[in-house]
């Protein structure tokens, strides 16, 4: 029996994943005829956590769809925002520990592994949590274990942190979470952090608030500019209620 051959398409956003002939429009592909659609888009260099519909001869199907000769098959990307049941928590590899940090600034469930615990624990520990597993790495996005994952499109934190907060849209509440450790921040007293805080400081400021997991002490006004105005840009263009 002859293998079916079909046609392809993909959606511009996921044209970085496929090779160059690929991008320029509807190619054709022959299939082994039992392998599943979704299994063809991933063999193809695309990660299934970027793929939104499926389009068959314009009918929406499953990736457990098999691919049947001269079908013709539009591959959409992802929709942004992206439906979610509930806040999205993040889990992120070991390159993105200064997005991590800025997720946390704003008050974003980020939890952050390094040293680097490896693909299999990450899987896991994305399973165990629901945690969206993000990373630019495709291999850790094509573990079945993960709950859910997301590719990072830039290598520049700037751009990513837009990434994640344009597709996921989570609930921002900056100056809530500790950037060391993700723990959340709970207001004290001057006194409770008093040992922790530089003269200057002690006599400056009067808000004070601790992480509840590992004792950092935090105050209002003493933080960087650069932080300052990533956090004002960013509920700026997503929302949320400024600290
Ligand atoms: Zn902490």
Redesign the pocket.
């Known amino acids: 029996m002859d293998r079916p051959q079909i046609w392809l398409d993909f959606a511009p956003e996921l044209h970085l994943f496929v090779s160059a002939p690929r991008r320029a429009g509807r190619t054709a592909l022959r299939t082994d005829g039992t392998s599943t659609l979704g299994h063809v888009v991933e063999s193809l260099g695309v990660p299934l956590t970027e793929v939104g519909a499926l389009l068959v001869d314009g009918r929406p199907v499953r990736d457990s769809h098999v691919p049947a000769d001269t079908e013709h098959v539009s591959v959409e990307a992802v929709a942004r925002p992206q439906p979610s049941p509930a806040p999205p928590r993040f889990l992120l590899d070991v390159h993105l520990g200064t997005l991590a940090r800025r997720l946390r600034l704003l008050g974003v469930d980020a939890a952050y592994e390094n040293p680097d615990i490896g693909d299999a624990a990450l899987a896991a520990r994305s399973a165990a949590e629901q945690r969206v597993m993000l990373s630019r790495d495709r291999g850790l996005l094509r573990r079945r274990e993960l709950w859910a994952g997301a590719y990072v499109y830039s290598h520049r934190p700037a751009e990513q942190l837009r990434d994640v907060l344009s597709r996921f849209a989570p609930p921002l509440a900056p100056w809530s979470r500790?950037t060391?450790?993700n723990?959340t921040l709970r207001t004290v007293s001057k006194t409770t952090v008093r040992e922790q805080l530089h003269d200057g400081t002690e006599r400056s400021y009067d808000a004070f608030a601790q992480?509840a997991?590992?004792g950092?002490a935090y105050w209002r006004g003493a933080h960087h500019a650069r932080l300052e105005s990533i956090v004002t840009e960013a509920v700026r263009e997503f929302g949320g209620v400024p600290g």
Do not use: E, P, S, V
Request: charged share 10%.
């Open positions: 500790c060391t450790c723990g992480c997991d590992c950092q």
